[in-house]
């Protein structure tokens, strides 16, 4: 996983609540067996029309946005499926931060399985982030995990809380699989005390490698 | 011991370790599979060279974007297909059991794993799906993963968890005749919001949810991630024990015996705490329609669209605002004079027997408005059978609705089955987002009562007054 520290950029503001992973990334997209290449379908029914074309005034397509890699938006941001196509087309797309004043907990998980920061402000926070990114050319935010601190070197600061464990796996790009099976021995012991049960042995042959 | 909740109680007997500083390590008894969320998990066990750790742990299905067409035809959409084959190949290769297209047992993976004993009391179950919630109904906590995540539980049959809080939603009373489980989910979800309960798992309880068959308890728990629950469950109690007890992969003679005395002692302790606790009184609720893009955006089915100034907060109005834009509808319209172009009778919330006799109990007799398409999509196949025993299917398709085979079909539209632009279809599946069935497409969500009354009426029509033939 692609370690997050401190990232500077661009910030985009979406201004909607509730926006849900089918608007993130639709479903005919969730067909590709691939991790990569979802990032032109990002919002693609809030970017493109039906036939294909761009709708050239949604905040993603305008140019002095073309450059963003930080998103700030309404309240329960990423709520309903649990696709991680969402976080993939986000991430491929060039986002690194996520500002919201709150997260769908799949999605907050997802995000932090691959490097995109997901930073939990509250709506006073969110709002004059929203406002600056629309009224200040070029506004830029930087955001440190190291220090749980955001800024934009115009008058604007805040802190933002992380757990702990989540922001040690993010600062350091873990493999959180890895960390797991550092537990093998307990893994183990928990599998002799709680065996499969005889029927998932049994009935389950007939299933298995046809 | 202090006193215990369900919910902790599960937990509880699930930490494998809690080493210091980082989440619990929890152990997962029963991963479910299917084809959209897990390509890319079996792609980084090859990439890393690990196995999946326990392959009868792991029960795999293809449900999400499989035809509901004939089971013979071919699939005509070519990356469904090689979706398909991937997860086929996946379980050859790692030894995974799979209930694949021509499978007797097939069906939408939240219906299968209850339907064939899988899913049992007590029990962690994951799944990359957030309706994963439905399992919950057995007294198991059961939550939607990501991808990551799948490849997390493939390799190691644990996922490191940040403890939720817990929230008991406590109902009262009877639910009046024609008020159904799926009335009552949403009814909670307009009262607390689509992000009331983010961050917690739900334990219903009272009365209300005591008197609830195993069918309804399913559709209560499967619409808990709408309100953004990690997860929501109800403790065991006989009525679980009833439709659990000979299924196929449940425990058997004494070992039944021994786990139903298990399975006696998963129940909130009294005096336990809950982080909150809500009280709903059953017999305030109606049959609910929702009328904008969320789930939390519903009313009852006697009332009508809400003015754009009853909304406190200006965010929430902007979002009333799209919505209504989106849904084609003026603020103020009663809903029964909302038309409908199509009609969905399927779904993980709303496709067990239970839903298609109720369905099929509006629908005798009668006929489905010559402007509506409606179509009734079993949950699996073993549903499809029953129905057809108890001859359902003759009533809808004498009454003009389509009778397909099973699979998520229309709730997602990742198969064939879809709304045109600016069709407007009443739907017994869990979300009515903008474009989950259709670019463009209208939904508004129902119990399965009030779909096929809709049908048959061509406008939305309050149940409780439906002369029954």
Known sequence: MQPFRKHTGVVVPLDKVNVDTDQIIPKQFLKRIERTGFGEFLFYDWRFSGDGKKIADFILHQPRYAKASILVAGKNFGCGSSREHAVWALADYGFRVVIASSFADIFANNSLKNGLLTVRLNDE?????????????????????????????????????????????????????????????????????????????????????? | MPPRTLFEKIWDAHVVAAPEGQSALLYIDLHLVHEVTSPQAFDGLRTSGRRVRQPLRTVATVDHNIPTTPRGLPI??????????????????????LFDMDSADQGIVHIIGPELGITLPGMTIVCGDSHTSTHGAFGSLAFGIGTSEVEHVLATQCLPQKKPK????????????????????????????????????????????????????????????????????????????????????????????????????????SGAKF???????????????????????????????????????????????????????????????????????????????????????????????????????????????????????????????????????????????ILQPGERCASTSNRNFEGRQGRGGRTHLVSPMMAAAAAIAGHFTDIRNWRFQ
């Open chain 2, 275 to 417: 982080d909150r606790v809500i009280e709903i009184d059953a017999t305030s609720l109606a049959p609910f329609v929702t009328w904008g893009t969320n789930p939390g955006m519903v009313v009852a089915v006697t009332a009508r669209v809400p003015e754009l100034n009853s909304f406190a907060q200006d965010a929430d109005r902007r979002a009333a605002e799209q919505a209504l834009a989106y849904m084609g509808l003026d603020p103020g319209t009663p809903i029964e004079t909302i038309t409908v172009d199509r009609v969905f009778i399927g779904s993980c919330t709303n496709s067990r027997i239970e839903d298609l006799r109720a369905a099929a109990r509006v629908a005798k007799g009668q006929h489905v408005n010559p402007k509506v398409r409606a179509m009734v999509v079993p949950g699996s196949q073993a549903i499809k059978r029953a129905a057809e025993q108890e001859g359902l299917h003759r009533i809808f398709l004498d009454a003009g609705f389509e009778w397909r085979e099973s699979g998520c079909s229309m709730c997602l539209g990742m198969n064939p089955d």
């Open chain 2, 166 to 269: 817990t929230l008991q939603i406590h109902v009262s009373g009877k639910l009046a005749e024609g008020v159904t489980a799926k009335d009552l989910a949403l009814g909670i979800i307009g009262q607390i919001g689509t992000d009331g309960a983010t961050g917690h798992v739900i334990e219903y309880a009272g009365d209300t949810v005591r008197g609830l068959s195993m069918e309804a308890r399913m559709t209560l728990c499967n619409m808990s991630i709408e309100a953004g629950a990690r997860a929501g469950l109800i403790a065991p109690d006989d009525t679980t024990f009833a439709y659990a007890r000979g299924r196929r992969f449940a425990p058997k003679g004494k070992d039944w015996e021994e786990a139903v005395a298990g399975w006696r002692t998963l129940a909130s302790d």
């Open chain 1, 125 to 210: 926070q969110v709002a004059e982030i929203t406002r600056r990114s629309k009224e200040i050319e070029n506004y830029q935010l930087t955001v440190d995990l190291e220090t749980l601190h955001v800024e934009d070197g115009q008058g604007f600061a805040a802190t933002f809380a992380m757990d702990e464990f989540s922001r040690h796996c993010l600062l350091d790009g873990l493999d959180d699989i890895g960390l797991t099976l550092q537990h093998e021995a307990e893994i183990g012991e928990y599998e002799t005390r709680h065996p499969v049960r005889p029927e998932m042995k049994e009935e389950m042959k007939d299933l298995l490698a046809r």
């Open chain 2, 76 to 97: 005509t959409d070519p990356i469904a297909a090689k979706q398909i084959e991937a997860l086929q190949k996946n379980c050859r290769e790692f030894g995974v059991p």
